[in-house]
């Protein structure tokens, strides 16, 4: 049955006085959707909503400065801070949550090709969920591909790697969905990944170490079951 015009404009009337972070959060809930920090959650984001949630996030981190007791309205520095994070949070830095993956064309390995390959290093920027704080580092990624294997362009890599990185997370976890997401588009014979970064949460608060770096790694398949392979894999990268 068809609706009333007048009772299809007041539902529309109250869909619009619901917040934008409401109404995805509505869809990721009823579709028993995980949410977390480090979750891309583009397919439940209507047009138009990131217009809508860059507003909303404003308006919440002007109530941040207010608590802070900075005053907006006469320092000619913060007057339009809000507007700059809201941008910067779900446009920039934290845009891997809010977007869709990258157009990655994979094509067959005609010739067959089965020798280790090393992209890298690839610049890392992400940010701590902990504290909200950079991390900055390098990736370097080895594929050493099978006969049914996938290729993809080798700026197609850097492409994933910032798409990945761009939301608030923890570098160990960071380095496996990376991964998964390789394996899932090439299925190589073997993968691995190395990851070196800074954590700002660690030299700009707390114990203040500058020099400090965070190492992880990665290795499935051939790199797991064949020594020489990793060890080759980890002297390229010096």
């Known amino acids: ?27 990721l809930q009823q579709a ?12 439940f984001i209507h047009p138009g909503e990131l217009h809508a949630l860059r507003e909303e996030v404003q308006a919440r981190m002007q109530e941040v400065l207010h608590a802070l007791v900075i005053d907006t309205e006469n320092d000619h520095n ?5 507007r ?13 949550r809010y977007e869709p993956a990258p157009s990655v064309t994979a094509f067959p390995n005609v010739q067959q090709l089965n020798e280790l390959m090393v ?27 099978s006969a049914q294997s996938d290729l993809i362009g080798l700026s197609k890599f850097a492409r994933l790697v910032d798409w990945v990185m761009n939301r608030p997370q923890i570098q160990e976890e960071a380095i496996v969905m990376l991964a998964d997401e390789l394996e899932r588009r090439v299925h190589p014979d073997g993968l ?15 114990v203040k170490e500058n020099d400090a770096l965070m190492r992880s ?5 051939s790199f797991l079951r064949n020594d020489s ?10």
């Open 229 to 238: 392979l990793r060890r080759e894999f980890l002297s390229l990268l010096k």
């Open 119 to 145: 992209v890298g290093p690839i610049t890392v920027r992400s940010a701590c969920s902990h504290h909200l704080c950079p991390i900055m580092g390098r990736v370097w990624i080895g594929v050493l591909p």
């Open 78 to 82: 913060t007057a339009d801070t809000a």
């Open 192 to 206: 691995a990944i190395v990851m070196e970064a800074s954590h700002l949460c660690m030299s700009w608060r707390g």
């Open 32 to 43: 028993g959707q995980r949410y977390h920090a480090n979750d891309n959650i583009a397919d």
């Open 217 to 221: 790694s990665v290795m499935r398949g």
């Open 1 to 27: 049955m068809l609706m009333p015009a007048h009772s299809a404009a007041t539902d529309n009337d109250c869909t619009l006085r619901i917040s934008a972070s409401d109404r995805i959060r509505y869809r």
């Open 84 to 96: 700059r994070v809201a941008k910067m949070f779900v446009s920039e830095v934290f845009k891997g």
